[in-house]
């Protein structure tokens, strides 16, 4: 019964370090910032919250620390109302990509740099695990309608044509343009202390660039002199799977040229990753082996006492 009770122990503690090495969920970065609101000393102790998070976390985070639930719900309006609540939900980066230095010129992550650091009020979440079963702005809707429980005060809600919205009655909007136009004449229309939601989903165009589309967008708002709050949130689980693939596909196609000049080389991560999976695979060997021995150990009967040589 002790040796089974030992290997068992053994076999417990094998599995828990395979589980930690090989089941580390993939994280992607969110920002929240606005140049309208004021921090409070306790939130610029909390600029970057480095916990990894889930989806839904994240959601419930804007809504309290990041105050959002103040101006869009109609029972908690502050002193402090913004005009526009903007929600960009993007595909393309990662943890990994905001603290990799490799980009020197104008990139995704430069531009979100400036717009957080140029503005008083900014949140960080630069973990957040990236929702596989539900989609980032169907967790929004969630969040909105519990926050506000018993009435939503926002005026008006816009999505854009890419986001997978399960709601019907909510109107979307086709491109950039329309989403400049619409700004527009709601900053004609829009009364005093109301906010207006406005969420655009990356496609994934060639034409616009998430980089281009929050630039333009952010700078259509400051002409039109509205107040807004943005947040910022990857959610490329379902479409980079969708993208790696097809580019695995076009380059693995026979006679691609382009496949020719793919590069090969590994940077500084790539290098880190892979010393981390080598060292998880040598330390599962050994723990094989230890486990192994233990298991021998814990087979050998011996004698409790042995007895004194009687003379003869």
């Given at each position: 019964m002790m040796k089974m009770q030992t290997?068992?122990?053994?076999?417990?503690?094998?599995?828990?370090?395979?589980?930690?090495?090989?089941?580390?969920?993939?994280?992607?970065?969110?920002?929240?910032?606005?140049?309208?609101?004021?921090a409070s000393n306790l939130q610029l102790d909390e600029a970057v919250n480095y916990q990894v998070m889930s989806a839904k976390d994240l959601v419930d985070s804007v809504f309290t620390h990041g105050r959002w639930s103040n101006f869009l719900c109609s029972e908690k309006k502050v002193e402090q109302p913004v005009d526009v609540a903007l929600v960009f939900i993007g595909r393309e980066l990662q943890s990994s990509d905001v603290s990799s230095k490799r980009s020197s010129g104008p990139s995704l992550v430069n531009t979100l740099n400036g717009l957080f650091t140029s503005s008083n009020f900014s949140l960080a979440?630069?973990?957040?695990?990236?929702?596989?079963?539900?989609?980032?702005?169907?967790?929004?809707?969630?969040?909105?309608?519990?926050?506000?429980?018993?009435?939503?005060?926002?005026?008006?809600?816009?999505?854009?044509?890419?986001?997978?919205?399960?709601?019907?009655?909510?109107?979307?909007?086709?491109?950039?343009?329309?989403?400049?136009?619409?700004?527009?004449?709601?900053?004609?229309?829009?009364k005093e202390g109301e906010t207006d939601l406005v969420v655009l989903c990356s496609e994934g165009s060639e034409s616009h660039s998430e980089r281009e589309t929050i630039s333009e967008l952010v700078s259509s708002?400051?002409?039109?002199?509205?107040?807004?709050?943005?947040?910022?949130?990857?959610?490329?689980?379902?479409?980079?799977?969708?993208?790696?693939?097809?580019?695995?596909?076009?380059?693995?196609?026979?006679?691609?040229?382009?496949?020719?000049?793919?590069?090969?080389?590994?940077?500084?991560?790539?290098?880190?990753?892979?010393?981390?999976?080598?060292g998880i695979l040598v330390g599962i060997v050994f723990l094989l082996i230890l486990i192994s021995g233990l298991c021998c150990m814990a087979g050998i009967d011996t004698p409790t006492r042995f007895e004194t040589p009687q003379d003869s």
């Open positions: 290997c068992v122990l053994a076999l417990l503690v094998a599995l828990s370090v395979v589980e930690f090495g090989l089941a580390s969920p993939n994280t992607v970065p969110s920002f929240l910032w606005s140049p309208h609101l004021q979440f630069p973990y957040i695990a990236a929702p596989e079963e539900e989609r980032m702005e169907n967790l929004l809707l969630s969040g909105l309608k519990e926050a506000c429980p018993h009435n939503v005060g926002v005026s008006n809600i816009v999505f854009s044509d890419s986001c997978l919205v399960e709601d019907g009655t909510i109107q979307k909007l086709s491109d950039l343009q329309s989403f400049k136009d619409h700004l527009l004449a709601r900053r004609e229309t829009r708002v400051e002409q039109s002199g509205s107040k807004y709050t943005a947040l910022y949130v990857s959610d490329p689980y379902w479409y980079t799977s969708y993208k790696t693939l097809q580019r695995f596909l076009a380059e693995s196609a026979p006679g691609n040229s382009s496949s020719v000049g793919v590069s090969t080389t590994c940077d500084e991560l790539c290098k880190f990753k892979s010393s981390l999976l080598e």
